[in-house]
């Protein structure tokens, strides 16, 4: 079985945002008195999109937050992110090559809970978005991570963009830097390669292969994975 596609998360993966969402969250947050300690948002929060860890924080944390409410805190969120990315570089280093060196092998694509705009706008400013045949994004999906459906709409995405037979998630490597990215990517039927650059390796057991940044992603691995 040949790979015929490679599938990216985004944040913690091509780029080194997470820290930015945290304090993104954090700062939004502290507006309505609630605190989010670092260690509670990388062990409890960082799987969801925007929309679950606003929700799943109230849920936590006994606040009565309408859907309204929420999508103001998404909006807000948003907003401060961008700020915060000004004047600075978002992308791991060795990622733009990584994801040159994949494009030039099989067609590639991004599985995200990130919000479009956001994962285009670090993408344009590198000049890496024509690189990928699909963008999947927090808005793109009905569930998002750990749940299956990310993955599910990238292949299909990618399914029509590649000729000869139809595209299946087994021929397909998702990069993955968390275990609910594993999880989401797995139950798609993908195989996996995690990342140790939010977790290290005894925390991303899930996965096929563990390497230490993209820096060391090798194709032919990926190759091997498949077969």
Not at 99 to 116: E, N
Request: charged share 25%; net charge negative.
């Amino acid at each position: 079985m040949p790979l015929r596609a490679i599938v990216f998360d985004f944040d913690g993966v091509i780029a080194n945002s997470e820290p930015l969402h945290f304090r993104a969250f954090r700062d939004i947050l502290a507006k309505s008195n609630v605190d989010l300690s670092e260690r509670d948002y990388y062990q409890r929060y960082l799987g969801f999109d925007d929309f679950g860890v606003f929700t799943t924080i109230g849920d936590d944390r006994g606040q009565e937050w309408s859907p309204r409410d929420v999508a103001d805190f998404v909006a807000d969120k948003a907003l401060r992110l961008e700020e915060l990315e000004r004047d600075v570089s978002v992308l791991f280093p060795g990622a733009a090559d990584a994801i040159r060196r994949a494009a030039a092998a099989v067609p590639i694509a991004i599985a995200s809970g990130a919000l479009g705009p956001e994962i285009r706008r670090i993408l344009n400013k590198a000049g890496l978005t024509p690189y990928f045949a699909a963008i999947v994004s927090a808005e793109d999906t009905p569930l998002g991570k750990p749940a299956p459906d990310p993955y599910e709409r990238a292949v299909t995405l990618l399914r029509a963009t590649i000729q000869g037979p139809p595209l299946q998630p087994s021929e397909c490597v998702a990069i993955e830097d968390s275990r609910w990215g594993l999880e989401s990517a797995r139950a798609a039927g993908l195989r996996t390669v995690g990342v140790t650059n939010s977790y290290d390796a005894a925390q991303l057991t899930l996965a096929d292969l563990v390497i230490g940044s993209l820096t060391d992603l090798d194709v032919e691995d990926l190759r091997r994975l498949v077969h």
